[in-house]
């Protein structure tokens, strides 16, 4: 079972960028589609962003469309979700996840089995 850990969260000013990261142990997912999705306080998770075993289908969620950037290095077992322009509203707590083996809908919350405990981004305006 692949275990997942996030990193990189923090407090930011309005305009900053901050650059997560989602590190997997366990078993490697080089094989996997990853996606990042968030939960901003009082609401439900939403998907962010995902990207497919190697980097050649990026999806991104249309508040993040342009600002953020997702990437993957397999031989490190790591997933990144550089985050630009930050505005109050991208205050969530962010989380990365494996899909589930065949999955298309990347959009969606429960075609993820595996998930990580999450780490707060904080923006002041």
């Known amino acids: 079972q692949v275990r997942l850990v996030e990193s990189g969260g923090g407090l930011v000013q309005a305009g900053d960028s901050l650059n997560l990261s989602c590190a997997a142990s366990?078993?490697?997912?080089?094989?996997?589609?990853v996606g990042w999705f968030r939960q901003p306080p009082g609401k439900e998770r939403e998907f962010v962003s995902a990207?497919?075993?190697?980097?050649?289908?990026?999806y991104y969620a249309d508040s993040v469309k342009g600002r953020f950037n997702i990437s993957r290095d397999n031989a490190k077992n790591l997933v990144y979700l550089q985050m630009n322009s930050l505005k109050p509203e991208d205050t969530a707590v962010y989380s990365c996840?494996?899909?589930?083996?065949?999955?298309?809908?990347?959009?969606?919350?429960?075609?993820?089995?595996?998930w990580g405990q999450g780490t707060q981004v904080t923006v002041s305006s």
């Open positions: 996840a494996v899909a589930r083996y065949g999955t298309t809908s990347y959009e969606t919350r429960d075609e993820y089995s595996v």
């Open positions: 366990g078993r490697t997912f080089g094989s996997s589609v």
């Open positions: 990207i497919n075993y190697n980097g050649g289908r990026i």
